[in-house]
């Protein structure tokens, strides 16, 4: 029997992941040491699981590298329209999807949805987005879909697992 293997507690693979985003040193060191291993002799393809991206990306790097130097790795300014909301307001947002419900604000929903959302933007505001920017904004501050399961209480949870076994036994008679 061997060794246990060496496991990180507190901390996802996403989460660590997401730590070298946050600085653009780790990213740049990062992809020297995959150019590294390549002048080494590595294949591209070899190091696309490693680097958990593919092997075109890391030749980018490469040939971005040889012209370019160490400038070449920095992320460049992403093109596309900026966004309408500020960062400030973005904030907020954020802040009241997180702490209040749309009942506060007048809605007849129990739950914040992207056409909720839409309608709360534009009225305190004043900006109109699509609904599909809508739920980019929402992933941009860090959220995502989940679908709402209904819980009626007047249900009763015996009969339910009893129905369950019943229609189980019948299931495989037929």
């Known amino acids: 029997m061997g060794r246990k293997a060496l496991q990180v507690q507190g901390y996802t693979p996403e989460q660590i992941r997401s730590l070298f985003d946050q600085d653009e040193k780790y990213k740049v060191g990062i992809k020297l040491y995959a150019i590294y291993q390549v002048s080494k002799g590595q294949a591209s393809r070899r190091l696309e699981e490693l680097y958990n991206t593919s092997f075109k990306q890391i030749c980018n790097w490469v040939h971005r590298f040889e012209k370019e130097g160490l400038q070449g790795l920095k992320d460049k300014q992403k093109s596309g329209k900026p966004s309408l909301l500020s960062l400030s307001q973005k904030e907020e947002l954020k802040e009241v999807i997180e702490n ?9 929903a129990g739950t914040w949805n992207g056409p909720i959302i839409r309608d709360y933007i534009s009225k305190v505001y004043g900006i109109n987005y699509k609904k599909a920017q809508i ?32 229609y189980k036994k019948t299931q495989r008679r037929t």
């Open 100 to 108: 209040k419900t749309p009942t506060d604000y007048g809605y007849n």
């Open 135 to 166: 739920y980019n904004i929402l992933k941009a501050l860090g959220f995502t879909y989940q679908r709402g399961r209904a819980k009626y209480p007047e249900a009763d949870e015996n009969k339910r697992e009893e129905f369950k076994k019943t």
